[in-house]
């Protein structure tokens, strides 16, 4: 099993600000995956990390907008960037230990 | 390609009612098959798994049986409670990474 440790909770920023999502595992892993769940919606991959190469992005999500660091075998970080209201979602960082395990997600609201 | 087919919601129902949410799927190889639930201001989280054809996963009453030849994997449970109200994805993975792919969401309300 693995269980995993997502900041913040949720936050509320200005059009134009960075918000950076932080997660932890407990436990090395050599994926992370990073979704969006928009209201009412299900859940959308943005990319996947791998420690020590850079994240591949799933088509229509750009480095530019959702950098992503990935330092070591437990932690990973996505960075919503120049945000706007159509940022507004929840973020969900998952890793892979025989299922799918998830953060508890980021509540994002973008004014 | 992967891809999975989830019954459109909402559903509501009655207390005691018999509860089918439909699941179909795409995939290469030998996916494994799962159903997760999101209960109000939560997480995702497990409900049952089968990783090979006419295996059965089963939790707090819910069961799905993984079905090969109609590329299927229902959930049903025979007596929903209120408790049960949340939403509820279908997902595969397809055994050849660690990728995931998710249905749409069927959101579940049950009413006394």
């Known amino acids: 099993s693995a269980v995993i440790s997502q900041k913040p909770s949720r936050d509320i920023c200005q059009r134009g600000t960075s918000l950076t999502i932080q997660c932890q595992v407990d436990?090395?892993?050599?994926?992370m995956f990073w979704y969006r769940q928009q209201p009412g919606q299900s859940l959308t991959l943005i990319a996947t990390a791998n420690q020590g190469s850079e994240a591949t992005y799933e088509s229509g999500f750009v480095i530019d907008k959702f950098p992503i660091s990935r330092p070591n075998l437990t932690f990973s970080t996505l960075t919503v960037s120049n945000m706007s209201p159509e940022d507004s979602s929840i973020y969900l960082c998952?890793?892979?230990?025989?299922?799918?395990?998830f953060g508890q997600g980021t509540r994002l609201t973008v004014v | 390609g992967n891809s999975v087919t989830q019954m459109e919601g909402p559903v509501t129902l009655s207390e005691e009612a018999f509860l089918t949410i439909n699941c179909t799927y795409t995939a290469t190889g030998y996916p494994s098959l799962f159903w997760y639930v999101q209960y109000p201001g939560e997480g995702l989280q497990l409900l049952l798994k089968a990783t090979k054809a006419d295996d059965k996963g089963s939790n707090k009453g819910f069961e799905a049986t993984y079905r090969k030849e109609t590329t299927s994997f229902h959930l049903e449970k025979g007596s929903v409670q209120v408790s049960d109200s949340a939403v509820y994805f279908c997902?595969?993975?397809?055994?050849?990474?660690?990728?995931?792919?998710f249905g749409t969401g069927t959101s579940l309300t049950v009413i006394p």
């Open positions: 436990s090395q892993v050599t994926m």
């Open positions: 997902a595969l993975s397809s055994g050849t990474g660690n990728q995931f792919y």
């Open positions: 998952s890793v892979v230990v025989l299922e799918a395990f």
